[in-house]
């Protein structure tokens, strides 16, 4: 794997990694959910990737005490690689090696269970006054061209924060996802964002059809002031869609409609359509998985 480097004048991007994982119960009592694997990599090198050839050059995340296997993951490990390197098999960890070379890595830990808004304010410090990306550990979103790579080329034009969005028709499906609403603009696939809504009611949907597809954003310092002052939402917690929500009352706003599929690996249905989404496409396993789709059938 090489890394095709899209000059931005952002460098730095948050990722939240702190949530407990319940859903995966008992396989992340010790495994952080993030580590568990699509295919031969685990969900969140599949992010640290599309950061990297985004053109981000350091990552922070943010997590909890039970995730100290992210930090090794992203380390070099000179031992490993040194046998492997004499059983010709190094090529398995070029990749790794490959993102060790042109990300730094840093890590701080969320005190407690307090929302995705919490735990990004977690990283103002390492981030300061600088435009940033985020995004959660737990979508992956296969693409041509990297999603945040996309919304980057909208942040240089408007120079203001962006939100990636999908388009939908199915109301019933949107009422499971956060709306968002706003005007287009001339530029194709993108909107003023006016108001962000949480799982709203199937006639108080976005009428452009935008949800939340996947937790991709490109901040600018203005999010720091909303988030300070965010009051508690859903379960007690603080979120970043509703310091979103406030931040598009104040100040430009843009969402657009990136290209490219999204997937949740959130849920362990999620995170088996997403196994088998790069089977299908990979050349070595796609022809047994089809067949072995077919007989079950």
């Known amino acids: 794997m090489s890394f095709d480097f899209f000059m931005s004048s952002i460098r730095k991007g948050v990722i939240t990694v702190a949530g407990l994982g319940t859903r995966f119960l008992p396989a992340t009592k010790a495994m952080p959910k993030e580590m568990l694997p699509v295919l031969d990599k685990p969900v969140v090198q599949y992010i640290v990737e599309e950061m990297a050839e985004s ?35 190094l090529d398995l960890l070029k990749p790794l090696i490959l993102l060790s070379k042109t990300v730094r890595f840093f890590y701080t830990r969320q005190s407690a269970p307090l929302g995705n808004g919490h735990a990004l304010l977690c990283a103002r410090e390492f981030i300061g006054e600088e435009p940033f990306v985020f995004s959660d550990g737990d979508s992956i979103i296969d693409s041509s061209v990297p999603v945040i790579r996309q919304l980057l080329d909208i942040f240089q034009k408007r120079r203001a924060s962006v939100i990636g969005v999908q388009h939908i028709d199915n109301r019933d499906a949107m009422t499971r996802y956060g709306n968002v609403y706003g005007k287009p603009t001339q530029e194709p696939r993108t909107f003023r964002v006016e108001r962000l809504i949480e799982k709203p009611s199937k006639k108080n949907t976005s009428p452009h059809g935008l949800i939340i597809g996947g937790m991709r954003y490109v901040f600018t310092k203005d999010i720091w002031r909303y988030l300070e002052n965010q009051k508690a939402g859903r379960s007690g917690e603080i979120w970043v869609a509703d310091a979103a929500n406030s931040l598009a009352k104040h100040r430009p706003f843009f969402a657009y409609q990136y290209e490219g599929t999204y997937f949740d690996t959130g849920n362990t249905l999620g995170l088996l359509k997403t196994a088998l989404h790069f089977a299908l496409k990979g050349e070595d396993m796609s022809e047994e998985i089809r067949s072995m789709l077919a007989e079950s059938s």
């Open 55 to 89: 053109g981000i050059t350091e990552i922070i995340f943010v997590t909890s005490s039970q995730k100290r296997a992210i930090e090794d993951h992203f380390d070099r490990d000179y031992d490993l690689e040194y046998v492997l390197e004499k059983q010709g098999k």
